[in-house]
């Protein structure tokens, strides 16, 4: 089966530090999406991305954050300014035709 | 903004048993999802409604789509210890495509 790949599983960064998020959606998949689950809440949406441009975002969505695609495979998640508050696990997503809105494993961002 | 609920928060049941958990919504989805959620994973999609009143059975697993596009509920028959998870009712409002709006989750514990 198609997988929405991660990377890394794992990121520990210093408060104040920027930090890149890595996705590898499934091939002919055209929607992206991220999302992210606090420990112990609901897995909340951040944004969509659609024709290289965002389609639609939350508030958690603030300037600190961005999502880029740099080429036709990847996309990417950056937060510009880490907070204490941003330790989370982070999931990308995609969907399109022919198979669903799958999830990736997720990275856990843990920022100290 | 549109919220789910979901109910019970968690349960703790025998293996063997029948189970059923219940989600509702304040406002109208056009698709209903079901995710399960095992620890440090994403959530991975279990069964998928798309019209008002449908039924539709994975398995063990059968989900129904409330006639008035404002609830579902998931069963499991004869649990198994693998059953052991978080388990997610979810919701877009128009397409496909749209962010996929998370209840809050029920936790199920089965003893063997």
């Known amino acids: 089966e198609p997988e929405v790949t991660q990377t890394p599983s794992h990121q520990v960064t210093q408060m104040g530090q920027e930090v890149i998020l890595r996705c590898v959606p499934i091939?002919?998949?055209?929607?992206f999406y991220w999302y992210r689950q606090i420990l112990g809440q609901k897995v909340e949406f951040l944004v969509s991305?659609?024709?290289?441009?965002?389609?639609?975002k939350s508030e958690i969505f603030d300037d600190q954050f961005s999502v880029e695609r740099p080429d036709g495979s990847n996309f990417t998640l950056k937060i510009r300014s880490t907070k204490l508050e941003d330790s989370a696990m982070y999931f990308c997503a995609s969907s399109g035709l022919g198979y669903g809105y799958t999830f990736g494993s997720g990275t856990r961002l843990t920022v100290v | 903004g549109q919220q789910l609920n979901q109910s019970p928060q968690s349960m703790f049941i025998q293996e063997g048993e029948d189970v059923s958990m219940n989600c509702t919504s304040s406002?109208?989805?056009?698709?209903w999802l079901w995710y399960k959620q095992d620890p440090g994973e994403g959530p991975v999609l279990l069964i998928a409604l798309y019209k008002a009143g449908e039924l539709t059975s994975n398995g063990r697993l059968t989900a129904q789509f409330g006639i008035t596009r404002k609830d579902s509920f998931l069963n499991i028959s004869a649990s198994i210890p693998s059953d052991v998870g978080i388990y997610f009712c979810?919701?877009?409002?128009?397409?496909?495509?749209?962010?996929?709006?998370f209840g809050p989750g029920t936790s199920l514990s089965v003893i063997p």
């Open positions: 979810a919701g877009q409002v128009k397409t496909s495509y749209d962010k996929v709006i």
């Open positions: 406002s109208i989805f056009n698709t």
């Open positions: 091939s002919n998949h055209l929607y």
């Open positions: 991305f659609y024709n290289n441009e965002i389609s639609e």
